[in-house]
Antibody
Framework: EVQLVESGGGLVQPGGSLRLSCAAS????????MNWVRQAPGKGLEWVSY????????YDADSVKGRFTISRDNAKNSLYLQMSSLSADDTAVYFC?????????????WGQGTMVTVSS | QSALTQPASVSGSPGQSITISCTGT?????????VSWYQQHPGKAPKLLIY???KRPSGLSNRFSGSKSGNTASLTISGLQAEDEADYYC?????????FGGGTKLTVL
């Protein structure tokens, strides 16, 4: 079964850091580009970051540029999001999502999400 | 870049058809044929309905269809069913990012 499972969410203080992980199974992970998409409580979806299969192409939303870093380990079938300088605006459910070709493609597989709460 | 514009809510009765619009600019919706639509039930992950403006993933009901005219894309759901009640989001590629719409809540009366 094709599956994505996020982990690493939790409560963090403003200014703090957190690392999210996304474990992939059921498909050849290295052949697919991956994304992080977030959703603040009661709000819509917001694209966060994109990484190509070989990690040679990375894009970040302006709202997280310089604070968040997307990476992947194809040997471990895992995607990561290192988040720093967190603020209340970063409070959201974070989803990892797979795309088939490149950043033009749609997100065909999503994880269940992991909640990040930034609060003192 | 601002989010794509969707109506906050739409409604319809079982068996009817509804259309949700998604308005952007020539830099996103109007500039590329890379518009997608997602369905999200409360507490669940989004589910892909339409990609590349008009294409449906394998196995998805043909009750869902997509189209585009200029800077506005549309999702049409025909033969409304109770389980279609959910939030719907459009998205568009923009050359260096991806924009989502604000979401539309569909109520099946």
């Amino acid at each position: 079964e094709v599956q994505l499972v996020e982990s690493g969410g939790g409560l963090v203080q403003p200014g703090g850091s957190l690392r999210l992980s996304c474990a992939a199974s059921g498909f050849t992970f290295s052949s697919y580009s991956m994304n992080w998409v977030r959703q603040a409580p009661g709000k819509g979806l917001e694209w966060v970051s994109y990484i190509s299969g070989s990690s040679n192409v990375i894009y970040d939303a302006d709202s997280v540029k310089g604070r968040f870093t997307i990476s992947r380990d194809n040997a471990k079938n895992s995607l990561y999001l290192q988040m720093s300088s967190l603020s209340a605006d970063d409070t959201a459910v974070y989803f990892c999502a797979r795309v088939g070709r490149d950043m033009t493609d749609a997100y065909d597989i999503w994880g269940q999400g992991t909640m990040v709460t930034v609060s003192s | 870049q601002s989010a794509l514009t969707q109506p906050a809510s739409v409604s319809g009765s079982p068996g009817q058809s509804i259309t949700i619009s998604c308005t952007g600019t020539s830099s996103d919706v109007g500039g590329y044929d890379f518009v997608s639509w997602y369905q999200q039930h409360p507490g669940k992950a989004p589910k892909l309905l339409i990609y590349d403006v008009t294409k449906r993933p394998s196995g998805l009901s043909n009750r869902f269809s997509g189209s585009k005219s200029g800077n506005t894309a549309s999702l049409t759901i025909s033969g409304l069913q109770a389980e279609d009640e959910a939030d719907y989001y459009c998205s568009s590629y923009t050359s260096t990012s991806v924009l989502f719409g604000g979401g539309t809540k569909l109520t099946v009366l």
